[in-house]
T-cell receptor, first 114, second 114 residues
Framework: EADIYQTPRYLVIGTGKKITLECSQT?????MYWYQQDPGMELHLIHYSYGVNSTEKGDLSSESTVSRIRTEHFPLTLESARPSHTSQYLC?????????????FGPGTRLLVL | KNQVEQSPQSLIILEGKNCTLQCNYTVSPFSNLRWYKQDTGRGPVSLTIMTFSENTKSNGRYTATLDADTKQSSLHITASQLSDSASYIC?????????????FGRGTQLTVWP
């Protein structure tokens, strides 16, 4: 099993609250990703990072922001949560320099905004 | 538009039976194709990966095939077990380099009944 962790696993929060979803990995991977996944739908890339101090927006527009101050840590922040943010958020990491570059996923955070 | 289409959307089989899941893609250029298994409430876990030159890859009871000419892949599960109940996601990469992106299918939800 991959050494990538997400907290919290479940979060129920009211509209307008600020939240931070944590993601950390102990594999020394330089690339990290955040995906959003609704039930029965495909994963959508919302943020990624090539390494420390690198952050890029993904394919799906998101009101969230990310930071990469340390290699192992890639938190995602929502300044003001809304019901439309209700979804599952998956963090992943991969190592460059390999031809396969398999992404390893965390267990996910299920977010419910009331 | 690059797409990954999976069928069937859902499947129910009895324990011990075999099944085959399908994946058709239009991603171009093509680098590799992965099958992931996603248990309920968990992140996806890689099962197999195939490049253009590979037409079959096995991982225990899972066997993936790839026809790069017709842009089709299948995942065959032999002697199914209750623990095979999960969503199986087909993921296609358009490049093997750092700049490559992933295209996700919506998955096939497999349920194995005793």
């Amino acid at each position: 099993e991959a050494d990538i962790y997400q907290t919290p696993r479940y979060l129920v929060i009211g509209t307008g609250k600020k939240i931070t979803l944590e993601c950390s990995q102990t594999m020394g991977h330089d690339k990290m990703y955040w995906y959003q996944q609704d039930p029965g739908m495909e994963l959508h890339l919302i943020h990624y990072s090539y390494g420390v101090n690198s952050t890029e927006k993904g394919d799906l527009s998101s009101e969230s922001t990310v930071s990469r101050i340390r290699t192992e840590h890639f938190p995602l922040t929502l300044e003001s949560a809304r019901p439309s943010h209700t979804s599952q958020y998956l963090c992943a990491s991969s190592s460059t320099g390999t031809t396969e570059e398999t992404q390893y996923f965390g267990p996910g955070t299920r977010l419910l905004v009331l | 538009k690059n797409q990954v289409e999976q069928s069937p959307q859902s499947l129910i089989i009895l324990e011990g039976k075999n099944c085959t899941l399908q994946c058709n893609y239009t991603v171009s250029p093509f680098s590799n194709l992965r099958w992931y298994k996603q248990d309920t409430g968990r992140g996806p876990v890689s099962l197999t990966i195939m490049t253009f030159s590979e037409n079959t890859k096995s991982n225990g009871r899972y066997t993936a095939t790839l026809d790069a000419d017709t842009k089709q892949s299948s995942l065959h599960i032999t002697a199914s077990q209750l623990s095979d109940s999960a969503s199986y996601i087909c993921v296609v990469s358009d490049r093997g380099s750092t700049l490559g992106r992933l295209y996700f299918g919506r998955g096939t939800q497999l349920t194995v009944w005793p």
